[in-house]
């Protein structure tokens, strides 16, 4: 006899297989998916109760539903993660930590996420802040700590191109929250896709030279260094 509500499935359990689009995430996270909620559930069954074809039809389909709700919580737990996330998940994430996206796009705003979650638990160190400028893509071996004249101030310098798609201005932003209050920063960084070595320079060489990178002549304006960027806070004691 054929179950009346018609249930698509035997008593085996209904073929549930989570979207394609949710995996189980590798990397020691205390919560796993639960993949086999109907399995799971017939495990549970008393004896008199097992190899009922009805029964396991009406368990099959009230257990649909949990399932379905298992993966869209489990959905919803690994995609608000900021590796994970694209789009509004992001902007989500950074309606949390009060950072608006400003136009980047995915991968440039995650990254900016990481950094200014760093920033916002930041001590003002230098390694805090070296570790900030990391997870926006600055390579260490790029920045440079150099103490300034005044008390409590110091200038942060990069010395290689910026990484595609940052801009001087973003980065600044976010070290000014990592820092300490009271203290100035002051970041200087190399013009779009040039490094430090073809950046303007100040110098007692001629305007124009080339070899010592200030400004271009009238005659050939690439002739000198290209100027970057530096963003100062207002702060000092």
């Excluded at 960027?229 to 004691?237: F, L, R, T």
Aim: no cysteine; charged share 20%.
């Amino acid at each position: 006899m054929d179950f009346p509500i018609g249930f698509p499935w035997g008593f085996g359990g209904p073929a549930l297989v989570a979207p394609s689009d949710v995996e189980t995430p590798d990397d020691g996270l205390t919560m796993a998916l639960r993949a086999d909620v109907f399995g799971d559930g017939a495990e549970l069954l008393l004896g008199q109760f097992r190899d009922l074809p009805r029964f396991g039809a009406v368990l099959a389909g009230l257990l649909a539903a949990v399932q379905d709700a298992e993966y869209a919580l489990w959905q919803l737990y690994t995609e608000r993660a900021i590796d994970t996330g694209v789009g509004r998940q992001l902007d989500q994430v950074g309606t949390v930590v009060v950072l608006p996206r400003g136009g980047q796009r995915d991968e440039t705003y995650g990254a900016f996420l990481r950094a200014w979650i760093l920033a916002l638990r930041s001590d003002g160190t230098w390694p805090a802040l070296v570790r900030v400028l990391q997870a926006i893509g600055i390579e260490l071996s790029s920045v440079r700590y150099v103490e300034a004249g005044d008390p409590a101030s110091f200038v942060a310098r990069l010395t290689d191109g910026l990484v595609e798609h940052v801009a001087g201005p973003e980065i600044f932003r976010v070290l000014e929250r990592a820092r300490l209050g009271g203290v100035r920063l002051l970041l200087e960084y190399p013009g779009e896709g040039h490094d430090a070595s073809d950046s303007l320079t100040y110098g007692s060489t001629p305007t124009g030279a080339a070899s010592a990178l200030g400004y271009g002549s009238v005659n050939d304006a690439d002739d000198g260094g290209f100027y970057g960027g530096a963003a100062a806070s207002s702060e000092g004691i």
